[in-house]
């Protein structure tokens, strides 16, 4: 249920917010067993400011990687496993004053780095649709429980397409707006440059209500912007007839896979098809252009340079000293090398070690910089396509959620672009949604619409449009 | 003998209101951990803010120091594990140093010498650690504390060059208000680098590194015992090893660790905090702050003035000394003289009643109106000085007491004859004393009379030339 038929019910008296906190509560028990969608559970109701808002007295759910004074927060590693903050993040205080009643801490990957939401110290977190399947990540759990109607929204984190991905997985809306937009203040900070705050939802509408909640500058974030004065949830319904969308040619004409033989792959791209049909009749122009293969080929190795370089010492401050499990030994050297050898998965060790390689003296132009670079070149390509396009729609993914243990070939066109071109949005900082535009092979697909920097309301309207023309997407039982 | 080359590389603590990068206290304090926030322990989430305040004060001692600056604020984040370093990562400047290519003029004994600055840069402060038998315990009050790093190119060839320097480093940062600079706070610290070579080499000799010394005075010693040190070994033929060293309390350097390998910090621009580009209009808001250096006030004094360079060194050693001398030179331009009476009476009287200047009543007004009714002939620099101790004493404006008792020297020609008149009148035995029995040293009986009636005002010296006058008149 959205958050504007929520708030009717509790404004007319119907339910009261403590009984939505009790059935929110008891769904997340019923099913953590089944999809394992938190790390904790907040069992107590606790409801301090009734400040009006529309989502006072709502319950949602936060990604564990957001600091939370008093509540476990273990960015799903066991490094953190039983780290308790002294601290609250900017977006869950500005969630309470709201309102809003946190029901829980969310799965992600180890430290929010991943894309499946199999790696998180408590185990996998599955696709509501599919419980064979993997629901994506990292913000895996803040998904599923959107998707399993447990909250009606939840925060999650966006590095290279940490909510935008599971939320075509899981059938949900996925929105992470411009770089800046909302404060980091109190994420666990994976790759700086790249990291977004965002949300899932089950409409665009609700997107834009939490998005205007958690918008505005933060004094503890530099990179937050000044709030632009918008209010999005009365952005979203303006007439969208001529504005002007692209998609990427390389990835999504169909004649590029033609002697492909994935039929899901295929399957999706058509339907893709008829997405781009039902734009046309709301009046949106929708254009083919030809980006640069060998750019969007690079998507993907300018995203792990960059996320491993800045993961690497971000996450430098994990060393059993200040706070963590004390590690063992007869040096500071190896007390530290000892937490962190029992405290990282061997998929985060990599990642670091990566990270340290590339930054290396004698590697550091040749990677880092380089990568740095490919960045600086998708993005001025990208702004330049912006003079001319309001945004761009693509596919949010080369098709459904795969199952577990399922191989992709990773260098395959259809990984390399359709799979990683969500990244494209961190590199610039370019608001990006992903929404639900159907089904194929009974699990759900999306479509991606990312625009200008900064404009967070256009790129929310014309995903409102598109979501009333092609219709919510329903999970069946 | 070798040629000895010597690299400094000076840390300073910035004064400002709140750390580098967080909002907690910048101040010094024995107890532990109490200024301190979830940015100085580097928790999970965390994010910096830049001191603006900082960024000014280092830009202002880049200025000073005749550096470059650059056209935006930069940061980078060097990288490197230590239980001191809570996020694993100094926030600095590598990129972007707020200076480049600077220089400062300094007094050596009886030269003048020109010490090239490499760089100027600002970053954190790492936590400090006391080390017990053990365990070891971890202080983060000094945790992000906005700290100067100034560079020197390897150009200073002794240890009286080294200290000349680093006292007039510290001279700038006291003049410019940008810190303390106190040593004993820790507050100044320095890095020395020094390797020996033939005198008529051209390639630089092997690099020792003495790291964290936190007084001027083991600066020069263990500058003067590695010169020492490093000269045996060269001359048995023998080769310096380029380690690292420390000073220790006996004056002597014992190695500390073998340099193998530079570490590799794996610097990158730090994405928390985004570029402030730098106008000119700002830089020079800044430059406009800067006061008359040491230095240029010396050149000043001695070339302009006409002190003698020993008083000059003495009135410029505090920035305020300096400013009142100055000032006080607007009033009374007998430099020579304000510069006598400064250094005799206002320094000593601070060191007596241990005050500071700002809390010293004198004004530089005061005192120069004080040396000009003296100038004049009209007071006696005893008396001014009484006048002057009254003055501070009783806080009231010495010109004001010297008006109100009517105390200045009676020195027209009718005025003393008045007194000497009325002496001569009152006592005829005393005149005929010295008229007929010939007893000379009656005259300075009539000075003492004079002196007597004219309330000690009468300018002896004329009184007595006067009294002789009138005495042989009566002849």
Request: proline letters at 3%; a negative charge.
């Amino acid at each position: 249920m959205d958050i504007l038929s929520l708030r009717k019910k509790l404004d007319s008296g119907e339910v009261s917010s403590e009984d939505l906190f009790i059935e929110s509560n008891k769904l997340a028990h019923q099913y953590q067993d089944e999809y394992n969608s938190f790390v904790t559970i907040i069992d107590k109701y606790k409801m301090k400011n009734r400040k009006d808002t529309l989502i006072t007295g709502i319950p949602y759910a936060l990604k564990d990687n957001f600091s939370t004074s008093g509540i476990l927060t273990t960015a799903s590693s066991n490094i953190l496993k039983d780290y308790v903050p002294v601290y609250d993040a900017t977006v869950y205080k500005k969630l309470k004053n709201a309102g809003g009643v946190l029901i829980g801490k969310t799965v992600l990957d180890e430290l929010a780095m991943g894309g499946t939401g199999t790696t998180g110290h408590t185990g996998v977190v599955r696709n509501p649709w599919d419980k064979e399947r993997l629901i994506g990540g990292s913000s895996a759990g803040s998904c599923a429980c959107v998707a399993l109607g447990i909250v009606p929204f939840s925060i999650g984190s966006d590095t290279g397409d940490s909510i935008r991905k599971p939320a075509s997985f899981g059938g949900v809306v996925g929105f992470k707006p411009t770089y800046g937009r909302i404060s980091r203040y109190g994420l666990f900070a994976f790759a700086s440059s790249l990291d977004h705050v965002g949300c899932f939802t089950t409409c665009v509408r609700d997107a834009a209500i939490v998005t205007d909640i958690l918008k505005g500058r933060d004094p503890l974030d530099m990179t937050s912007l000044e709030d632009d004065g918008k209010i999005y949830s009365d952005c979203i319904d303006k007439d969208v007839k001529g504005k002007k969308l692209f998609y990427f040619k390389e990835a999504c004409n169909l004649d590029v896979y033609k002697d492909s033989d994935d039929e899901e792959l295929i399957e999706s791209l058509e339907k893709f098809q008829e997405t781009i049909e039902e734009c046309r009749k709301i009046g949106l122009e929708v254009s083919e252009v030809s980006f640069d293969k060998e750019l969007l080929n690079a998507i993907y190795p300018a995203y792990m340079t960059i996320s491993c370089a800045e993961a690497t010492s971000n996450n430098a401050n994990l060393t059993g000293i200040q706070f963590g499990p004390r590690g063992e030994g007869n040096s500071v050297d190896e007390i530290m090398f000892d937490a962190r050898t029992k405290g990282f998965s061997e998929l985060i060790k990599r990642r670091f070690i990566l990270g340290s390689y590339i930054l290396q003296k004698e590697n550091q132009e040749k990677l880092y910089l380089n990568a740095c670079r490919v960045r600086r070149l998708i993005v001025d390509k990208m702004n330049e396509l912006f003079e001319k396009y309001d945004g761009l729609i693509m596919p949010a993914s080369g098709g459904i959620a795969p199952k577990f243990g399922e191989k992709t070939d990773q260098l395959s066109d259809r990984y390399l672009i359709l799979e990683n071109h969500l990244a494209i949005a961190n590199f610039g900082g370019f608001p990006s949604i992903t929404i639900p535009s159907g089904k194929v092979k009974g699990m759900p697909i999306a479509i991606n619409i990312t625009g200008r920097i900064m404009e967070d309301d256009v790129v929310l309207n014309i995903a409102n449009k598109i979501e009333e023309k092609i219709g919510r997407l329903e999970r069946g039982e | 003998m070798y040629k000895v080359v010597i690299g400094l590389e000076v840390h300073c603590e910035v004064k400002t209101v709140s750390k580098n990068f967080s909002s907690s206290p910048n101040n010094y304090s024995t107890i532990p951990n109490i200024n301190v926030s979830t940015v100085d322990l580097g928790l999970p989430g965390i994010l910096p803010v830049v001191n603006e305040e900082a960024c000014r004060k280092a830009l202002k001692t880049a200025m000073a120091l005749n550096c470059q600056n650059p056209d935006e604020i930069i940061f980078d984040r060097k990288n490197y594990f230590y239980p001191d370093l809570p996020k694993g990562y100094q926030i600095t400047q590598v990129t972007k140093p707020m200076g480049r290519n600077g220089y400062l003029d300094i007094f050596v004994d009886d030269y003048v010498k020109r010490v090239d600055i490499h760089q100027l840069h600002l970053e954190e402060d790492t936590a400090s650690l006391d080390h017990y038998e053990k365990y070891s315990l971890i202080d983060y009050n000094r945790s992000g504390i906005p700290l100067m790093e100034i560079v020197t190119e390897p150009c200073i060839s002794s240890s009286d060059e080294a200290i000349s320097f680093l006292e007039a480093l510290r001279s700038v940062f006291i003049y410019c208000g940008v810190s303390d600079a106190r040593s004993d706070m820790g507050q100044m610290r320095c890095d020395v680098n020094i390797s020996l070579m033939e005198e008529d080499s051209k390639v630089l000799g092997t690099k020792v590194e003495m790291k964290n010394i936190n007084s001027f005075n083991n600066v020069k010693l263990a500058i003067e015992y590695e010169i020492e040190r490093q000269s045996k070994l060269l001359d048995k033929g023998e080769k310096v090893v380029q380690e690292t060293r420390r000073i220790a309390e006996d004056g002597k350097t014992y190695p500390m660790r073998k340099k193998v390998d530079a570490v590799d910090y794996k610097y990158f621009i730090e994405p928390n905090l985004p570029p402030v580009k730098l106008s000119d209009e700002y830089l020079e808001e800044i430059r406009k702050k800067i006061p008359r250096l040491q230095y240029e006030r010396v050149i000043d004094y001695t070339e302009n003035m006409g002190i003698s360079k020993e008083e000059a060194l003495i009135l410029v050693k505090s920035r305020e000394i300096a400013d009142y001398f100055e000032s006080a030179s607007k009033v009374c331009k007998n430099y020579k003289e304000v510069a006598r009476w400064v250094i005799t009476l206002v320094l000593a009287s601070l060191n007596k009643l241990e005050i500071e200047l700002d809390e010293f009543f004198l004004t530089p007004k005061m005192l120069g109106e004080v040396i000009n009714v003296v100038l004049d002939d009209k007071l006696s620099e005893d008396n001014a000085k009484k006048i002057i101790y009254k003055a501070i004493e009783q806080k009231i404006d010495p010109i004001e007491i010297i008006k109100k008792e009517n105390i200045s020297r009676i020195d027209d020609d009718e005025s003393v004859r008045k007194f000497v008149i009325e002496a001569i009148v009152e006592n005829p035995e005393q005149v005929r004393q010295y008229l007929e029995e010939e007893k000379d040293y009656v005259k300075n009986y009539f000075v003492g009379k004079v002196m007597q009636k004219s309330n000690r005002q009468a300018n002896p010296t004329k009184a007595l030339e006067i009294i002789i006058e009138e005495l042989e008149k009566r002849r």
